[in-house]
């Protein structure tokens, strides 16, 4: 690939940057675990290809893990927000992930999650727990089992690295496909022996049927909010006769159509400047979850976990730039056409 002869170039003007080629790899499981073979020092970082950490990531990360904690998730936020109406939700998406849902389930549940991209893991344990090729989600899978061990993950949303979003729908598809079906995968793994480990507080077992049970269940019980209110419809002869003021009814459709609103204004308080200065961003992204996004997310985990019940695991490179999609397409349909 081109960007080869532009990383050897950059290792011979600075001899601390040790370029690896890893042959036939498919995966970021399959670099990192080649990687670790050549790896030196008391804690290692982790990222993608596409991120830009700040200069003063590691030394903040350090601090973490010099107090006691043996991983440490920054926060991942995107740097091509205006580039596509995609980029500009998922811009926002990742605020609420990375400044709100993150740092709160740490401090609610007492245990963090490595995500992928902007971690730090003591290099001793990342030796020990390695990665896992054959799972999709192979950062979830490590942090479950090092989580099982009894280690301690911390988040950091002042811990920034900026990243490129997906900028089609159907790369975001696809990403999206493979996270679902990836904590599918950890979720029926690893549920039981969580439930099971003496090494787990009461606390990290509640936050672990959360984060492993209901997360996989709330696509399904959402998914039946149209047929149920069709069969009340039918039942009692029209939308019209239906009682609306039921107090649980209005009360569970008043917290549900609260909690939108409620995490969009946070992530927007908490939000990387970068970000929180687009406030029509927000507002933006609160429609789009409103009337689409909220239910695509629902439908993506539904067929994932129907692809894992069939054994489709197909992993794709996500494209991040829209001339890196129109590329992708173009050499898909000379392939197809070349067949």
Same mark, same amino acid.
Not at 231 to 243: C, E, P, Q, T, V
């Given at each position: ?67 006691? @904690? ?27 992930? @990375? ?90 793994? @690893? ?15 509640? %936050? ?51 909690? %939108? ?31 689409? @996004? ?46």
């Amino acid at each position: 690939m081109p960007v080869e002869e532009t990383l050897a170039e950059m290792a011979r003007a600075d001899p601390r940057l040790k370029v690896i080629r890893v042959e036939g790899s498919e995966s970021k499981a399959q670099n990192v675990n080649a990687a670790l073979s050549e790896t030196t020092g008391e804690f290692i970082g982790i990222f993608d290809a596409d991120h830009h950490p700040e200069p003063n990531g590691f030394r903040r990360a350090w601090r973490w893990l010099d107090s006691g @904690y043996d991983i440490v998730q920054g926060h991942c936020a995107v740097r091509n927000g205006d580039e596509t109406w995609v980029s500009r939700m998922v811009a926002v998406e990742f605020e609420a992930i @990375y400044a709100v849902s993150h740092p709160g389930r740490a401090r609610l549940h007492h245990f963090g999650i490595f995500g992928g991209s902007n971690g730090y893991w003591k290099a001793h344990l990342l030796h020990e727990i390695r990665m896992h090729a054959f799972m999709l989600t192979e950062d979830i899978d490590s942090s479950i089992r090092a989580l099982l061990e009894g280690r301690r993950i911390a988040s950091d949303p002042l811990l920034i690295s900026r990243e490129l979003a997906p900028v089609t729908l159907r790369a975001l598809w696809n990403q999206r496909m493979r996270w679902a079906q990836g904590w599918f995968q950890v979720s029926y793994r @690893y549920l039981w022996k969580g439930l099971a480990s003496r090494r787990l507080t009461l606390r990290q077992k509640l %936050g672990l049927i959360q984060l492993l049970t209901w997360r996989e269940l709330y696509p399904w019980i959402a998914n039946q909010m149209v047929p149920i209110i069709i069969f009340w419809s039918i039942k009692y002869g029209g939308l019209a006769r239906i009682d609306w003021l039921v107090p649980i009814f209005v009360m569970t459709t008043i917290f549900t159509l609260g909690t %939108g609103p409620a995490q969009t204004l946070l992530a927007w308080r908490l939000a990387n400047r970068d970000i929180g200065r687009h406030r029509g961003w927000f507002v933006y992204y609160l429609v789009m979850s409103s009337l689409f @996004y909220t239910a695509f997310k629902n439908l993506i985990a539904v067929v994932a976990q129907v692809n894992e019940a069939l054994q489709q695991r197909r992993w794709k490179v996500t494209p991040r730039t829209a001339r890196a999609a129109a590329t992708e397409a173009q050499a898909a349909g000379t392939s197809t056409t070349g067949r």
